[in-house]
């Protein structure tokens, strides 16, 4: 079923893209509480701007930061508070990056945006052609057993990864007045960039399916980095 969510939220960003390409090419130099307050009020325009500056935005900093700290604290251990610790660095270290200047936070955005590109990718690689191909029989066993019995009572959760994951088309609305031929640009861009976004992760999910089985992936905290360990030994969780 992790795929069914990918799909399904790769499906719902595109429906909120095309909707904020066309509000975003309406109304050009407006933003995202300009759009709620000439459909909703001011009101809820207001609330929302205060959500999105003490819950939203941060809330999703401070996510990906505890996972960036799992994943750091298989490479570097930390003690007791490791995941803690390094997602305090990382939110330190990127916005003293940001504070210094826009130039500055672009050319870090795109540097980390090509090693997560190609992580992925090599995911892929490893998990379709380089692992050891994992028993059918225990697949469908797992996957017959507890993960079909529970899958939809982690299906709130998921989705909320999925979609965090997908995040960040909504901010194509801030650049929307810089645009060059937005009436077809926007759109453009958002459909091919989410669609692109979605198959790459769908193939992710696959290769974390064939390389570790449906048990393997359920019992892990780490699953990228136990793929490529399973191929390059424990060297490749660094």
């Not at 050319?107 to 052609?129: K, M």
């Not at 929307?176 to 999910?205: P, Q």
Request: charged letters at 15%; proline letters at 2%; aromatic letters at 14%.
């Amino acid at each position: 079923m992790t795929i069914v969510w990918w799909i399904v939220g790769g499906a719902l960003s595109i429906i909120g893209a095309m909707c904020y390409a066309e509000l975003a090419t309406a109304f050009p130099r407006r933003r995202r509480i300009s759009f709620l307050g000439r459909a909703f009020g001011r009101y809820t325009a207001f609330l929302y701007g205060w959500a999105r500056l003490t819950v939203i935005v941060a809330g999703s900093i401070a996510v990906f930061a505890y996972l960036f700290g799992d994943y750091m604290s298989r490479v570097i251990h930390l003690g007791p508070q490791s995941s803690a610790i390094w997602a305090a660095l990382v939110v330190a270290i990127l916005t003293a990056v940001n504070y210094v200047g826009i130039r500055e936070g672009k050319l870090t955005q795109n540097f980390f945006t090509f090693l997560e590109c190609g992580g992925l990718v090599l995911i892929v690689i490893a998990g379709f052609f380089l692992a050891p191909q994992v028993p059918v029989v225990a697949a469908a066993q797992s996957a017959g057993g507890e993960t079909a019995k529970s899958w939809y009572e982690g299906a709130g959760l998921a989705m909320i990864f999925v979609l965090f994951t997908y995040g960040g088309w909504n901010d194509a609305a801030y650049i929307s007045a810089e645009v060059r031929d937005r009436e077809r640009n926007m759109a453009r861009s958002l459909f091919l960039s989410i669609g692109l976004v979605t198959l790459l992760y769908v193939l992710v999910n696959l290769a974390y399916l064939k390389g570790l089985g449906f048990a393997g992936v359920a019992k892990s905290d780490a699953v990228a980095a136990d793929l490529l360990a399973k191929v390059w030994g424990t060297a490749a969780r660094s």
